[in-house]
């Protein structure tokens, strides 16, 4: 796909996460106008929660994005250094129908509600956590 | 973050604006903490002014829902943006918060959970 890529590398912190968020749902908005502003939420959300995930529990000092777009889809990528961790493996939605009050475990798992492909890859030494989303529509 | 705190008789209404985020829950979960302290346990968070929630905000929101409860108090949640809105959908907290399109029916919300909770 790829027609436009945008490569950001950032200090590890929830300063940058909130810092990315801005940068791509701008990017997003000015790609695909007010029609898709349900996937940007989305894909908002779930990119969110993926670098939330990085800051709490990667331990490195700078995470990379890449985030790329054509004129129907975003693939949003966060490349972490360090040991192998695949944050994909088990997840699972809190059961909220029972009477058990649940605080926590909703990160990754809308991450996987949120995008239409996830996926995790170990490749030299980093981490390649990866998300797609489909605008519907698109533009063009 | 920043907070307009009211009354609407014994409730206490809060409208918060910016994002309630990892960095800012606990800002949010301290302004609750205080006024709970002051022993007011009826709670109406206004959240149309909060762009953005993440998954850290919305364990701060089934945080405090449990507190209050526990408290024999009540949390109410009212017009939530539609960003907001689908965090609440895909997780399926809906099931266990108390959200209201708008800010009088929020109001009404917590009237009728107040009375639902004095009589347990």
Known sequence: ?140 | MEFNVGMDGDIVVIEIQGDVVASSIDEMKAQVAKLMEKNFKYFLLDLNKVNFMDSSGLGACMALNKMLLDKKGVLVLCKPTDSVAKVFKVTRAELKLSIAPTRPDGVKLAYAKISESRSK
């Open chain 1, 1 to 140: 796909m790829a027609d436009e890529i945008v490569k950001l590398r950032l200090p590890s912190t929830f300063d940058s996460v909130a810092a990315v968020r801005t940068q791509t749902e701008a990017l997003l908005k000015d790609r695909f106008g007010a029609s898709a502003s349900s996937e940007i939420d989305d894909i908002s959300i779930a990119s969110t929660e993926m670098m939330n995930n990085a800051v709490e529990h990667s331990g490195t000092e700078f995470f990379d994005v890449e985030i790329t777009f054509d004129n129907c889809a975003v693939v949003f990528s966060l490349i972490t250094e360090g040991a192998e961790f695949d944050p994909t493996k088990e997840i699972k939605m809190p059961d909220l129908d029972g009477d058990e009050t649940h605080e926590g475990g909703f990160g990754i798992a809308m991450v996987k509600e949120l995008s239409d492909e996830m996926m995790h890859e170990y490749r030299e030494g980093k981490n390649v956590f990866t998300i797609k989303k489909i605008i519907k529509g698109g533009i063009g």
